[in-house]
């Protein structure tokens, strides 16, 4: 159940601050295709409890994209439809895409009331 010696032991200000430095500009190597595999494995088949569910979505709440993530994400959201499609659609396809798309969906509000 991991190191149970130091519980309660808070390290002191000073101590943070050296042990905090020593490690400064230090790299660490990259991972190898073993520790890769093992912490696959690791978060393989894990599910979050309802109340974890919870706390993920309570930390989200009321974040907000800013206008050039939101333009990034549209651009990004382009490139993959045109990337699937192998061309360009003129503004006109886009339209008649568009005016399609809203008339299904009044028709989707309607059945279901």
């Known amino acids: ?13 000073s101590t943070k601050a050296k042990m905090s430095a020593s490690g ?3 790299k ?14 690791g978060h393989k088949g894990y599910v979050p ?10 930390a989200q709440l009321g974040r907000k994209h ?3 993530t939101k333009g ?3 651009a990004a959201a382009r490139a993959r439809w045109e990337k699937q499609l192998g061309h360009t659609l003129s ?5 008649k895409i568009s005016a399609s798309m809203l008339e299904t969906n009044k028709k989707l509000k309607a059945i279901k009331g």
């Open 1 to 13: 159940m991991g190191n149970t010696r130091r519980l309660g032991i808070k390290h002191t200000d």
């Open 24 to 26: 400064l500009g230090k």
């Open 28 to 41: 660490k190597p990259p991972k190898t295709p073993q520790q890769l595999a093992n912490m696959s494995a």
């Open 49 to 58: 409890t309802d109340a974890a569910r919870a706390n993920m979505a309570a």
């Open 66 to 68: 800013t206008e050039e």
């Open 72 to 74: 990034k994400i549209a």
């Open 91 to 95: 503004n006109a396809h886009k339209e």
